[in-house]
Structures are given as structure tokens and as C-alpha cells.
């Protein structure tokens, strides 16, 4: 008798190790989503005004980063940055064509191309839909050619799914509109923007979720982990998205940006003449330096650009559904990140390619099981360091050092102490980010060259003070400096 209760409790002990294995793996699941251009323009980061219900939900659950910032304000650039954990050394990598440059085009080697293709060289299935890097469905083509063959990421995927619908190709889709259309086909005689009264599948990032949505229910089925990457498109421009979610605004209610004009005592060679909305020949009015587009025009864009973040988070909530209909939220970590912010009208600008804070500031959300509980961390971090984040929560050694730093302390105790300093690239310049400051230095002839903004009492940098307070120059120069990897030199 006694015999046969000892191996009866040996048995039970054995179950309940097997199951508690089984609810709890060693190496979690991870759901990363890239969003376009997404600022952190949400409700969980403080704007009542815009209806991003899902994204908010997740956040009561994650880690609001509220001061994560891009290195580069340009999507391929921030993308290959944040995906190989690297701060540019060339101006090969300040470019959209740097994951081409510098990983489609070169053979692979012993180092992991992505922090993807480290989780695939150790037991984890990769799925990538839409755009992780920079193409807009991971493969190497011009604008108007035909879809190509040869990958973005030859290493990094399992699986690189896309579907472009009535658009035929990953670019297309990225620049169409309701009636099938696009920027290119219609030689961008196009709006920047369109309210189609249509259901989510008059645009591509319906077809984008519903993809997600099947693998998911895929992938619950396999006995190893995964990662699943879903790169939506909006709200890049086109400012597309369907009618009911414009109608979620009352435009006239929206404000316009709080500061629209050129900084004092800054030059305009450090803004840019808002070219990528301007390309878009029906706009109803040219956005330039001179002067600030209409109110009633600067409203109107901002709807736009709002109705589309509308959209995007009812397409991550069908993710998030499902993941929890398929009992996989208790062991997947979520991930949202935004590739950079954009102006809205924000120092006259529309668009991003500034080293300014509107658009080095982007969203950054994490939701890791036994670990986040809706804490917002206001410590300054970058997007290279979500290589090492990531690889920490799944449990998988770093293969070689990057430049970013793991996030899981800061993650586990939100008053952590922190180095904070977070570096931008671009415009012949180098920006540093402090809890108080942005010290931007720019390596070119006009006057002046060092602009210091402080935010305690500048948020919306307004006006450059650095010959004012020479002594806080001096102070954050230093760190400055050690975010010069040459890149101007």
C-alpha cells in the first residue's frame, strides 16, 4: 500500500510538473507589432482626444515608455537600428536601403543579422507579416516593378506572408486607396488623405490583421515558441482609413499643433520643408517653412492622421483577441513600437526627418507576463534596446554586444536608476535626450551649430537656449560626444 501511494504522489508531482511546463514554457512567445509612423499619440500616454481603446487596454496590463526615442527619423534606418540593436556608423544606415545595404546584400555571417534571426538560431518560429523592416512585405522591389523575390531578411524568417489584395504588391498596398489605387499609378495626382465609407478591408491593414489573426491560430499549435512580427502601415501617409473611424472625431474640436513656428534662435536648416506631404499634388494647401498651413487645413490633416491611428488599434485589438482566445496571453509577450514620430504642424513641419523631439519620439509598449502590471516608465530609453530586451524576457543569451541596453530592470522596477541618454541621427547632426534636455549639435555651415532646448520648461522646444547656458552645453556635452560613432567625420 505504501509503495503504491508513493508512486502515485510521484505521479501527481510528475503531472503537475508537465502541465505547469506546459502553461508555462521556458521560453515565452513573443508578438511583435510595428506601427508607421506611430508618435506617441494615444490615450495611455495622455491624449484623452484620440480612441486607441485596444492599444490602451494592453497598456494597463504593460509598460508605457513614455520618453523612447528612434535613433533615426526615417523608417528603414530606425527599423534596421532597432532590429540589429546598433547606433549608425555610416551614413549608409541613415538611409531606408540600410537593411538592404547591409544585410540583404552581404552574406551571412556569424553574427545574427536581426534579434529575430538569434530567436530562430535558437528554437523559435518566425512569422513576419507586413513591414518589420523596411519593404513593405519584407521583399527587395522598386515602387513600381513587380513584386520581388529576394528577401529583406534572407535569415531572419521562417515565414514572410503578405497579402496586397486588389493592390498586387506590397508597395501599392502601402500607398492605395479604397478603389484599388495608388500614389504611383495615379502619378501622385492623389490626396494625402481619404475617409472611404468602407468596412477595414478597403484598406490593406484589414487583410494584414486577418493574416495575423490565422496564424496565430496556427502557431498555438506548435510546440515551439514563436515570434510573430505584423508591420502595419498606418498612419503613414496616405492618411487613409474608413469613414467610421473619421467619424469617431468632431474636427472642429481638435486643437492644432501648441508651438507652429520656427524656433527662435535656431536655423531653418535643422527643420525640413514638409516634402513628403507636399508630394501628395492635391493637397489642399502647400505645407512650407514660410508659413503655417490653414488651421482649418491643419485640423483636417490632423483628423486624418487620427482616424488612421483609430483604425490600426482596431486591428490590433482582432491580435490581441485572438491571442487570448487561443490561451496564449498568459506566456506571449506583446510588444508595440512606433519606427519614429512625426510633426503635426510641430515647428511648421509636417512630417518626420528632423532631429527634434516630435520626431524622435515614438510609442513603446510592453506587455511581458509576470512582469509588467500598467506602470508608466518615464526613464529617457532607445529603440537599440529592444534587441536586448527582448532576447532577455525569452530567455536567450546575446550573441555579441550591441549599443542598446536591456530594458527587464527597468521593467521589474520602474524607479530604477537609469542611464539616460538616447541618441538621434540625421540632417548632418547628432541629438542627445536627458531627463531634461535635448542638446543637438549639427555639423554643417549655418549658424548656429549647437541648439540646447529644455524641457522641464520648453516642452514643445520653442526656442534654443544654448547660448544662454553655456555651462549646461558644457555639462551634456560629454555625453554628446559619446554618441559620436564618426558618422560626420
Known amino acids: 500500500m505504501r509503495r503504491?501511494?508513493?508512486?502515485?504522489?510521484?505521479?501527481?508531482?510528475?503531472?503537475?510538473?508537465?502541465?505547469?511546463?506546459?502553461?508555462?514554457?521556458?521560453?515565452?512567445?513573443?508578438?511583435?507589432?510595428?506601427?508607421?509612423?506611430?508618435?506617441?499619440?494615444?490615450?495611455?500616454?495622455?491624449?484623452?482626444?484620440?480612441?486607441?481603446?485596444?492599444?490602451?487596454?494592453?497598456?494597463?496590463?504593460?509598460?508605457?515608455?513614455?520618453?523612447?526615442y528612434a535613433q533615426i527619423p526615417t523608417c528603414g534606418a530606425s527599423r534596421y537600428s532597432m532590429l540589429t540593436g546598433m547606433l549608425p556608423k555610416t551614413k549608409g544606415h541613415l538611409g531606408n536601403e540600410a537593411c538592404r545595404k547591409f544585410i540583404?546584400?552581404?552574406?551571412?555571417?556569424?553574427?545574427?543579422?536581426?534579434?529575430?534571426?538569434?530567436?530562430?538560431?535558437?528554437?523559435?518560429?518566425?512569422?513576419?507579416?507586413?513591414?518589420?523592416?523596411h519593404y513593405a512585405d519584407g521583399l527587395l522591389y522598386g515602387y513600381t516593378d513587380s513584386v520581388g523575390t529576394e528577401r529583406e531578411l534572407p535569415n531572419s524568417w521562417n515565414e514572410l506572408l503578405f497579402n496586397p489584395a486588389k493592390w498586387k504588391t506590397g508597395w501599392n498596398a502601402f500607398f492605395g486607396y479604397a478603389d484599388g489605387e495608388n500614389r504611383q499609378s495615379m502619378n501622385r495626382q492623389v490626396k494625402p488623405y481619404e475617409s472611404a465609407d468602407t468596412d477595414d478591408y478597403g484598406y490593406v491593414d484589414g487583410y494584414t490583421a486577418e493574416l495575423a489573426v490565422n496564424k496565430l491560430k496556427e502557431l498555438a499549435k506548435k510546440d515551439e515558441p514563436f515570434f510573430l512580427g505584423v508591420g502595419f502601415f498606418k498612419p503613414h501617409l496616405p492618411f487613409t482609413a474608413p469613414k467610421k473611424y473619421w467619424d469617431l472625431y468632431a474636427e472642429e474640436d481638435l486643437a492644432t499643433a501648441p508651438f507652429d513656428s520656427i524656433p527662435k534662435n535656431v536655423n531653418p536648416a535643422s527643420l525640413q520643408n514638409s516634402g513628403e506631404l507636399?508630394?501628395?499634388?492635391?493637397?489642399?494647401?502647400?505645407?512650407?517653412?514660410?508659413?503655417?498651413?490653414?488651421?482649418?487645413?491643419?485640423k483636417k490633416l490632423r483628423h486624418a492622421y487620427y482616424a488612421c491611428i483609430s483604425y490600426t488599434d482596431a486591428q490590433i485589438g482582432k491580435l490581441l483577441d485572438e491571442l487570448d482566445q487561443q490561451g496564449l496571453g498568459e506566456n506571449t509577450i506583446v510588444v508595440i513600437w512606433g519606427d519614429h514620430g512625426w510633426h503635426l504642424g510641430d515647428q511648421r513641419v509636417w512630417g518626420k526627418h528632423t532631429l527634434f523631439e516630435r520626431a524622435l519620439s515614438s510609442t513603446f509598449i510592453v506587455r511581458a507576463p509576470g512582469k509588467t502590471k500598467g506602470e508608466s516608465i518615464q526613464q529617457v530609453v532607445s529603440s537599440i534596446d529592444i534587441y536586448p530586451t527582448i532576447l532577455d524576457l525569452c530567455g536567450v543569451d546575446m550573441p555579441h554586444q550591441t549599443d542598446g541596453e536591456s530594458l527587464v530592470p527597468l521593467l521589474q522596477n520602474p524607479d530604477k536608476e537609469w542611464q539616460e541618454a538616447a541618441y538621434g541621427y540625421f540632417n548632418n547632426g547628432i541629438s542627445v535626450r536627458t531627463k531634461d534636455y535635448r542638446l543637438t549639435q549639427y555639423f554643417r555651415k549655418q549658424e548656429p551649430v549647437i541648439e540646447l532646448y529644455d524641457h522641464k520648461s520648453d516642452p514643445n522646444e520653442s526656442k534654443n537656449i544654448a547660448a544662454q547656458h553655456p555651462g549646461i552645453v558644457e555639462q551634456l556635452m560629454p555625453l554628446l560626444k559619446e554618441g559620436d560613432t564618426g558618422l560626420y567625420h
Open 278 to 298: 507636399n508630394g501628395y499634388q492635391l493637397t489642399d494647401e502647400k505645407a512650407s517653412l514660410d508659413h503655417p498651413v490653414s488651421d482649418a487645413y491643419a
Open 104 to 133: 540583404a546584400e552581404k552574406s551571412s555571417g556569424d553574427e545574427p543579422e536581426t534579434f529575430i534571426h538569434q530567436l530562430k538560431n535558437n528554437g523559435y518560429y518566425t512569422v513576419g507579416i507586413g513591414k518589420i523592416s
Open 4 to 68: 503504491n501511494l508513493i508512486i502515485l504522489f510521484v505521479f501527481i508531482l510528475f503531472s503537475a510538473c508537465v502541465q505547469q511546463k506546459e502553461q508555462k514554457p521556458e521560453h515565452p512567445n513573443v508578438l511583435f507589432i510595428a506601427v508607421d509612423d506611430l508618435r506617441p499619440d494615444l490615450g495611455c500616454y495622455g491624449n484623452p482626444v484620440v480612441h486607441s481603446p485596444n492599444i490602451d487596454k494592453l497598456a494597463q496590463t504593460g509598460a508605457v515608455f513614455i520618453h523612447q
